[in-house]
């Protein structure tokens, strides 16, 4: 799925419109993303938020390793908005991270962040999200905590992930963003339990021995098995949802 999503968020970003010393914001995306620019565009500044240790500590090794000396390692919360300056970046990157973030006191928490990216975008900056995408929406539990998150109280199962779908993309992201919508793209997944959107390939072959023999195939297995479009309408299965916003 990475083999497509990465590619998806980028071929959305407006590289002709972005100033040579373009600023970016990475907001925990997959290190891949912000890396990637980093050795396209060598003259950005790209800034990568997380506040998950271990990420960081990945990010500089592998930065460190492809000699990208663009890319600065934050540790902190997206949800916090004196976090950075108004206006402080033209280009903001938010890849597979969104759907994690919990509900908190007051306000959902993934939409707190859709805000805070607006305020810290320059005028005429274009900010790029994915995030997991279903017909129905739906959240995902674990019983273990992850990314350094506390347990959940009272031994209740721990919030994972949530998948949006067309009423929630837009009432918790598009909308509190107040961010012009440029594009909508969907990618979705065919052949493979299209009447169940809980059943997925990508989480089969992960949790399989299998994805040490294929790894070298996923580019190919992605082109199969994963289907791009405009139209989520037209896809069997839709599965991560693209969305392209400016700050007019």
Not at 160 to 188: C, H, I, M, W
């Amino acid at each position: 799925m990475r083999t497509r999503e990465l590619p998806g968020v980028v071929n959305l970003v407006c590289f002709e419109s972005m100033p040579k010393s373009c600023r970016v914001l990475d907001i925990a995306s997959p290190q891949l993303l912000g890396l990637h620019l980093g050795l396209l565009q060598p003259g950005w500044s790209i800034t990568y938020l997380n506040p998950f240790d271990p990420e960081l500590v990945q990010m500089r090794h592998w930065a460190d390793l492809l000699g990208v000396v663009s890319v600065q390692t934050i540790a902190g919360d997206a949800r916090e908005p004196c976090r950075f300056a108004p206006g402080s970046f033209d280009l903001i990157l938010c890849s597979s991270v969104l759907e994690h973030i919990n509900d908190g006191p007051g306000a959902p928490g993934d939409a707190v962040v859709m805000r805070n990216m607006a305020g810290w975008l320059a005028q005429g900056g274009q900010a790029v999200i994915s995030v997991p995408y279903a017909r129905v929406g739906f959240e995902e539990f674990t019983a273990k905590p992850v990314y350094g998150a506390a347990s959940a109280p009272g031994g209740a199962p721990n919030f994972f992930q949530r998948f949006y779908d067309a009423g929630s993309l837009n009432s918790r992201l598009l909308e509190p963003s107040g961010l012009e919508v440029a594009k909508l793209t969907y990618l979705g997944e065919r052949f493979y339990h299209e009447d169940d959107p809980r059943r997925r390939l990508a989480v089969t072959l992960a949790r399989s021995r299998w994805r040490y023999v294929l790894g070298r195939l996923y580019p190919w297995l992605a082109c199969c098995f994963l289907e791009a479009s405009n139209d989520v309408c037209g896809l069997r299965k839709p599965y991560i949802a693209f969305a392209s916003l400016f700050k007019p």
